[in-house]
Each structure stands twice: as structure tokens, then as C-alpha cells.
DNA sequence: GTCTATAATCCGATAGAC
DNA sequence: GTCTATCGGATTATAGAC
């Protein structure tokens, strides 16, 4: 009942990647972690960069639908709110939480990346979306910070037994009360 | 007029390690950068550890200052505000903003270094302070993300104009409508 | 304090057998 | 598809001359 091994290393190189670090992650540490050698997974993956592309592709795909939705929209506070739960909710489904981890922590080694580089525009992108002419510079930082605890508001619980559940709404709670004005 | 290597090798380890990453940065580099050998940049310290140890020291003892304080005081809500504009006034003294930027970009790439004063841990510690009994996650969260705005709130820009100096008033009018309940 | 030289190890990546 | 074996180069770190 086991996965195709292309799946595997994925799962492996996304929490690999995600716990040490891009840089500190051997091919050789994905290989043995999966009972396999470096020669099999370079059978799979060109290189250690493809394997980044690969986890990355489709939160791009998920993020350029969102930006797309946005922009056929009238800029109006609905919508705001409503691109805002749409963001949470896509950082809550199952198989990009673990992505999204991997993105957050790994922002300046993969910064060269062309399509990690691709995910920090995006949410300046979304924040532009939400933008007003003559916006003051408290309201942009506001609107920022109500996308960004999406991410961050879960590092409240450090290791401690705050259920995640509550967390998540708890985030969403703070996310909005920083869009209104 | 040349300071001494020990300094100088600082400087530029704390740049190459925020623009590229600590584990993306070789002793060698560091060492051509600054015109010397490996061996001369071994001569001041042992190990690579041993630099971002140095690096993180004064930060770590500024924080260690900032918790010693705040557990002094009585938990009110003028405390929690003027907590935060001490943290605020913090990170942008000028010999401190290179090394909170450094820290939190590499904050998984060390986080299983034993001497780094995890800037995660800190900020859930100084959360703790800022804490009542029977608050609600909504209201732990938004403390928490008052005081990461102060981080957070300059990545706003992404490569545009915004001025530095009205971003950092707008994050932290920003981080104070976090306090309110 | 800084150098040259080098040890020892690990890396990403490839060739070619099976 | 996975293997063994290896290439070429980079890395951290050390020894010893000056």
C-alpha cells in the first residue's frame, strides 16, 4: 500500500526542509530517510532546486487563482474581507499547511528562487489589491498585518497546549478587526 | 582608521548571513570580503557557530533586560504599552536593526542552535507578561501580533518607495490598536 | 595575527550496470 | 527504477611557518 516514490520524497523533502532548513538538507539526509540512495531520487528529480519547484507549484497555482479572483472584483470592504477568509482558508487545507510552513521558514535561503520569490510578491500583490488611493500608510501596514497573522498568529502557541482549532479562529478573529479602519 | 578584524569579521558575517541565508554562507566568502584567509577569520573564532553566537549576544542581553523589566511591573494595560513602544524603541536602534533582520531570517536555520536567543521565544515570553488570567485566544493573539508588527510591519514595502521612517510610526500605530481590546 | 598548505568530510550531480 | 561507484568541487577546521 505504498506511494510512488516521486510522492515520498516530496513528503520527505517537505518536512525535512521545513524542520532543518533548505541549506542543511542533504539529498543523501531525503535518500536514507526513505530507505534509498541519492541515485534514486536524482531518477526523479534533476535536482535538489526541482524538488523545491515541485512543492511550490501548487500553492502558485492556489495563489495566482486567488489574485485573479481578486482583480475581477470592485474594491469595496466585502470584498476585503472576503479575499481574507479566502487566504485563511486555503492556508487551512490539509495538504498546503504544510507547504505554507515550509514557505514561511524558508523565505531568505530560497529568496533567489524564482518561484518562492514568486510567493513573497504575491502577498504584496494582495495587499495592493486592497488598496485605496490616498491610503494612509497606518491603513496599508493594518491591511498587511491582517494577511500576515493568517501566518504568523499560530506562533502564539510556542510549544505550548493551545489547541490549534482555537488558534485558527482566533487569527482570523484579530485578521479582521485589523481591516476595518 | 580600520577597526579591529574581530569587529570587522562581524560586520560582514551579519551581512552575508541576512542577505543570503547562514548556512548559504561559507567562512570563504566572509574571509575574501574582508581581504583575509580562512585561517585569520579561525584565528577570532573557532567555530562558524561561534560567530552568530557573538552576534546574538547583545541582542539576547538587550532582551534579558526587557523581560527583567516588564516582570517588575504590574500587569496593566499602560505597562503593555509602554512595553512595546521599549521594544519598538529596541529594534531600531541602529545597532540593532542588522541583527533583529538576521534573526529573523534565519530563525529556522538556527533554531537548533543551542546559544540563540530564539527571537520566537522571546516574543511568547513577553506575550506571557503581557498575559491576565482568563483572556481569550483572541486576545493572546492579538498581543502577540502587536508586538510582531514591530518586526513584521516593514516588509510592507516589498521593494516600493515607502519611506522607512513612516513605516516604522505606522507599525507601531498599528501594534497600539492591537493592545485595545 | 595572518599566512600557506592540507586534512577530512560532505556536497550535488553523473555514468553505467542490472 | 534503483543500484554501486565516483567525479569535481566545496565545506569546516587544523597544523605549523613567519
Avoid: C
Avoid at 11 to 16: C, D, I, T
Avoid at 79 to 105: D, H, N, Q
Amino acid at each position: 500500500m505504498r506511494e510512488d516514490t516521486r510522492s515520498r520524497i516530496q513528503e520527505v523533502a517537505l518536512e525535512l526542509f521545513t524542520e532543518q532548513g533548505y541549506e542543511a538538507t542533504s539529498l543523501r539526509e531525503i535518500a536514507e530517510e526513505l530507505g534509498v540512495t541519492k541515485a534514486a531520487v536524482y531518477y526523479h528529480f534533476k535536482t535538489k532546486d526541482e524538488i523545491v519547484a515541485s512543492l511550490a507549484e501548487l500553492w502558485a497555482a492556489e495563489m495566482d487563482g486567488l489574485l485573479s479572483w481578486v482583480r475581477s472584483q470592485p474594491k469595496t470592504a466585502p470584498m476585503r474581507r472576503e479575499l481574507l477568509l479566502r487566504y485563511a482558508a486555503k492556508l487551512r487545507e490539509p495538504r498546503y499547511v504544510g507547504i505554507a510552513r515550509f514557505l514561511e521558514r524558508n523565505q531568505t535561503a530560497l529568496r533567489h528562487h524564482p518561484r518562492i520569490f514568486r510567493m513573497r510578491e504575491v502577498l504584496v500583490e494582495l495587499v495592493g489589491e486592497m488598496s485605496e488611493p490616498g491610503m494612509s500608510t497606518t491603513t496599508r501596514v493594518s491591511r498587511f498585518m491582517a494577511l500576515y497573522t493568517l501566518h504568523a498568529g499560530k506562533w502564539v502557541a510556542g510549544d505550548g497546549p493551545l489547541a490549534e482549532q482555537d488558534l485558527a479562529e482566533a487569527s482570523i478573529e484579530v485578521a479582521l478587526g485589523l481591516l476595518e479602519p
